[in-house]
């Protein structure tokens, strides 16, 4: 099967800008997670997707937000860009239980 | 709040040691622990996980130990080679919701051959 993808792989934006993060799953995967990571906070969870119903949430503000389509295919937003909002984001899918399966991650870089 | 401490945070051995890595949890409702290889540049690999049911699980060099009453668990790799050179991740599940997962902070292992 093949696994996690991610698009794009690199972005540069700038802050005040808003910017959309796309994960597709291993095929009959139906869970999506989201992380972020960066060097001073290490992997922190952002939220996570099941059949197309956020499941979980992590402690972000609320300008990082999500959706999971029909086909389990999962997007993240995030509006007013901050120059701290510059990590790799990964995303990670599952069939519905524990074990997760990462993307190779988007690295955003907020100038 | 929940948090995952990790231990130590840089490790060197020689090729053919054995590695340890140390975590503690803080959530008593985690039942679910999985350790994640990041090698330079690459996505996290889940090299191997237990749960809260088990208290020992290995895979070839690979073993995990996991003890409730102390909310700790332990990485060990025997027989180390250059190639499991990496940054080694410990994870626990928050709030019973196992999809939810609360990471370490990261242990570099160099292992000098």
């Known amino acids: 099967k093949a696994g996690v993808t991610q698009t794009p792989r690199y972005l540069i934006k700038t802050r005040g800008q808003q910017v959309t993060l796309s994960c597709s799953p291993i095929?009959?995967?139906?869970?999506v997670s989201w992380y972020q990571q960066t060097p001073g906070q290490g992997l922190q969870f952002l939220f996570e997707y099941f059949s197309e119903t956020q499941r979980n949430k992590g402690n972000f503000p609320g300008r990082f937000s999500g959706r999971q389509f029909s086909n389990s295919r999962s997007e993240m937003n995030v509006s007013t860009l901050e120059l701290g909002d510059s990590a790799l984001y990964l995303c990670?899918?599952?069939?519905?239980?524990?074990?997760?399966?990462f993307g190779p991650g988007t690295r955003l870089l907020v100038l | 709040g929940e948090n995952v401490e990790q231990h130590p945070s840089t490790l060197s051995v020689q090729e053919g040691d054995s590695a340890v890595i140390k975590c503690t949890y803080s959530?008593?409702?985690?039942?679910?622990f999985p350790w994640y290889k990041q090698e330079l540049g690459k996505r996290p690999q889940l090299i191997i996980d237990i749960r809260s049911n088990v208290g020992e699980k290995k895979d070839q060099r690979i073993a995990v130990t996991l003890n409730k009453t102390a909310k700790h668990f332990s990485l060990h790799i025997t027989e180390t080679q250059p190639e499991d050179s990496a940054v080694y991740f410990c994870?626990?599940?928050?709030?019973?919701?196992?999809?939810?997962?609360?990471f370490g902070t990261g242990t570099l292992l160099a292992v000098q051959p």
């Open positions: 095929s009959g995967h139906r869970s």
């Open positions: 990670a899918s599952s069939p519905g239980g524990e074990t997760q399966y």
């Open positions: 959530d008593s409702a985690s039942n679910y």
């Open positions: 994870a626990a599940s928050i709030g019973g919701a196992t999809n939810k997962l609360i």
